[in-house]
């Protein structure tokens, strides 16, 4: 398998929400022990940040951004998100559905009507759920390059990812009718922003998300058309010793991974989301909705129970507190994102290294805080 896979699924427990406890004091002495392996100032590391009651109470930085320069990670670093992209691509088709330009029961051939015939039955709602039954785009990638190692496989970008996809004959499953973790479904959807839009995806995201929140630095990355400024850059320890291994045949896509920012530029998208500064409380339902019960559940492909996952974030709970969440991996990046918003409690990792258990790490913050060490 290509080695880009951007998201790994949380374990999910299948209990209703119940009336949250309140959270624990929680000092940074407590916290620092978490990320004691992070220390080495002369290693890749990570950068954590820890809101409360929309505060920060915890922003730190450990290692280093590449091992040519060794600057010290800090929080205006800027991380390659991976599938953490997937929450801001999800937002952008919700600002165009707020706009009038599309709706969540558009179909994919109403938008590219060159598409094949199986896109009259994908729905946008659909690709936003993961159960569009949409082909992966890596999954043919290796069909394509049979024995080839990734290095020598050139990166493929969104519009080459809709053309593969435009050469299927079907989906995986009939659509709404299992779930499956796509990339592909949402490299579709950064090219749906684009089409009905106007302007490229990268620019939609900039005009209105990162601008209007001031989110300076935060880019959707394109090799030759801008530049990531404070840039930290992936490692892969091999045969004892770290290698800088930043990108991949699909590091440049943008639908399901190609943000870079940083914990200061998240401090904002976080009180963004709190506030509702983008959408109402209302339009955020549909990315947002409650699970509130396991029956009916859809299937992954393997006839497994699937997870409850909403518009670019995992649902669930964790110790009967509501918590929506979501883990990016790709070459030489791990990151986390879990926010608990009964609890008011949001914990980012963000790691350039790729042995980092991101969510694993965040999660022990979290237990932190809701007393359960």
Known sequence: MINSVRCAIPALTLILFASMAATAQVTASQIEP???????????????????????????????TDLRSLRAIGPDTNFRLASLTKQFTAMAIMLLVHDGKLTYEDRLSDIFPDFPAYGKAITIRQLLHHTSGIIDYEDIMEKQYP??????????????????????????????????????????????????????????????IFKPLEMNATIAYEKGKNEVVNRAYGHTRIDGSWRETDQSSTSATLGDGGVYTSLN??????????????????????????????????????????????FGWFLDSYHRHRRYSHYGETIGFRTAIQRLPDDHLTVIVL???????????????????????
């Open 351 to 373: 790691s350039n290294r790729a042995e980092t258990d991101s969510p694993a790490l965040a999660e022990r913050v979290v237990s932190l805080y809701l007393g359960k060490p």
């Open 34 to 64: 978490i990320f004691s392996k992070f220390t080495g100032t002369l290693q890749p590391g990570c950068a954590v940040l820890v809101i409360k009651g929309g505060n920060v109470v915890f922003r730190k930085g450990y290692g280093v």
């Open 265 to 310: 530029d998240l401090e904002k998208w976080d009180r963004a989301l709190t506030n509702h500064t983008l959408l109402s409380a209302k339009e955020m339902m549909a990315a947002l909705p409650p699970p509130t019960s396991s029956s009916g559940r859809l299937q992954k492909p393997d006839g497994s129970v699937a997870p409850f996952y909403g």
């Open 147 to 208: 024995g080839i190692s990734d290095g020598k496989i050139p990166q493929i970008k969104d519009a080459e990812v809709l053309e593969l996809l435009k050469h299927q004959t079907g989906t995986k499953f009939t659509p709404g009718t299992r779930w499956d973790y796509s990339n592909s479904g949402y490299v579709v959807l950064g090219a749906v922003v684009a089409k009905k839009s106007g302007i490229a995806f990268g620019d939609f995201l900039r005009e209105r």
